[in-house]
């Protein structure tokens, strides 16, 4: 088995607001091991941009801060580092890429001069070695006239061609981890394609780890490897794919899988979860997903389920259902 | 069949693009570029397409919100844009429209129960108690509270938003509902919520949909025929079953297979289409999808498809069908 490269360990990042804390990311485990694809998926407001934020060491504090646990990178805690220290490995060996390309690319300055920046920046290049291995970037993310685009800017390109240059420059230092924040939520379809068909030729060539965030199961269904799905700040079950879309363990999982209609498979009635996402100020020491699950139980409204495997190691998922002693002390 | 409630004839919707010192007319978006479909009444016919395709130009146009270039629609035999600005007004009712964004589409400072009966007083009904009684019986319908009746939107999530909005356009007792992207800004979760208050209002109220999506899985789960639209011009049209099963366009047979499906087993041969989506201000000659095509020849590239029946009301505009 493939090692392990970056490992949350109880990470916790809280909010403060005026109406109250806000655990965005509550007690959250996990690992991601060397030329990975893992996922995160969940809802609006599930803490999974926050989980890759804190990884970043993007939280802006304040509102936010990292109040425990740790991130290891190859063996090194991520949240001990010095700024100058993560500025050595932000870009270079972990990089990142966002869900709006527009926002995220300077619009005054060219294509050219975004990408070749962290190659002069991390890799000690000059100008001109930089210009050759940008346009040689270019062309990898399956550009075609790549000297020309070298010269454009931004807004000269559509949202695919956008975010094709953001993998670019993500890639442009050759980074052990690719985080994706929901890259192709902004495209259409055909476009989305491309793009999720670029990134696994990418993790096959240069045997990449990523961590892509999604809300949409078709995504993670074709891209991951490895799936942790996360419910009001916490990781509510994690498993390889093939197991989790087997044998789902959560009722939310259940019931997200359920809800999505798909195409070619036509239900009477698409089966919907009831309720909304609770309001995540203050949330109690329980199942957060308590008043929306079918199967709820006295115990699941004021103890917390432990997060363990059941019956496959690999399969782990925080529900009473699956817990022998359910009695309220 | 039932009878044609919204008919749809060469439909030509242009926005001028301006340049120069005087702003004058340099040339066009064709936006929506000779469409003509027919809705039959109860039935909910759906278009798809990517981002700039036309189909929210469409929807707008359909229903008079922006001024038609050319063509006619016909809402029970009545052209909606001949017909003079006071007698659309009465008709007004009876048309409605969903808007995708349920954040931008409400006025923060105006309670939810006085938008969804303020159409009400509009058109004539003014006793404030016949106003709060059919708007509590429509939020009832909706899936809202009676409580929430004097909160402001702010205080609702995007799913609940969405339900105000169809709560807005179904006071008034509509026919004919333009739903445009009702459930793209919405999670999986609510999403399917939302869809079958959808179905089940229109099961209800016999309403007619025309339901404009991105999402062909949505698409097929809610509508009876589907409209598949490139660039401005419709590629293809059939009933939903004959589409799904049988789909004759390149383009539409891409569009499925791009659809990431949540099923890790599955292999499948996908169609990945090269390039971009070209500009709708320059689009390309011939047929507009050639640039894209992994079928394309110099036919394509010169001669325009014709957009025609291929048999069992399958509309295809493609020269290799």
Known sequence: ?329 | MSEVLVQVDHLKKYFPITGGVFQRTVGHVKAVDDISFRIHKGESFGLVGESGCGKSTIGRTILRLTDKTEGTVLFKGQDLHSIAKEELRRLRPKLQIVFQDPFSSLNPRIRIGHAIGEALFDHGVTNPKIVRERVLETMNICGLAPYQYDRYPHEFSGGQRQRIGIARALIMNPEFVVADEPVSALDVSIQAQIINLLSDLQRDKQLTYLFISHDLSVVEHLCDRVGVMYLGSMVEQAKKEELFSNPLHPYTKALMSAIPIPDPTLKRERIVLQGDIPSPANPPSGCKFHTRCPMATDLCKQQIPEYRDVGNEHFVACHYV
């Open chain 1, 1 to 329: 088995m493939a090692k392990d490269l970056v490992e949350f360990r109880n990470l916790e990042t809280h909010f403060q607001t005026p109406a109250g804390t806000v655990k965005a990311v509550n007690n959250v485990s996990f690992k991601i091991r060397e030329g990975e694809t893992l996922c995160v998926v969940g809802e609006s407001g599930c803490g999974k941009s926050v989980t890759a934020m804190s990884l970043m060491g993007l939280i802006e504090s304040p509102p936010g801060k990292i109040v425990g646990g740790q991130i290891l990178f190859e063996d090194r805690d991520l949240l001990k580092l010095s700024k100058r220290d993560l500025s050595l490995i932000r870009g270079k060996e972990i990089s990142m890429i966002f869900q709006e390309p527009m926002s995220s690319l300077n619009p005054v300055l060219t294509i050219g001069e975004q990408i070749s920046e962290p190659l002069i920046l991390h890799m000690l290049m000059d100008r001109k070695t930089a210009k050759k291995r940008a346009i040689e970037l270019i062309n990898m993310v399956g550009i075609p006239r790549a000297e020309k685009i070298f010269d454009s800017y931004p807004h000269e390109l559509s949202g695919g061609m956008r975010q094709r240059i953001m993998i670019a420059i993500a890639l442009s230092c050759d980074p052990k981890l690719l985080i994706a924040d929901e890259p192709t939520t902004a495209l259409d379809v055909t476009i989305q394609a491309q793009i999720l068909d670029l990134m696994r030729d990418i993790k096959k060539q240069l045997n990449t780890s990523i961590m892509l965030i999604t809300h949409d199961l078709g995504v993670v269904a074709e891209m991951a490897d490895y799936v942790v799905v996360m419910y009001a700040g916490k990781v509510i079950e994690e498993a390889p794919v093939l197991e989790l879309f087997k044998n789902p363990q959560h009722p939310y999982t259940k019931g997200l899988l359920k809800a999505k209609p798909i195409i070619n498979q036509v239900q009477e009635r698409l089966y919907s979860i009831p309720g909304q996402v609770p309001n995540p100020i203050e949330l109690g020491n329980n199942c957060h997903f308590h008043d929306r699950c079918e199967s709820c139980m006295d115990i699941c409204k004021v103890k917390a389920p432990p997060f363990r495997a059941h019956d496959n190691a690999e399969h782990k998922s925080a529900c009473w259902l699956y817990e022998e002693e359910r009695e309220v002390l």
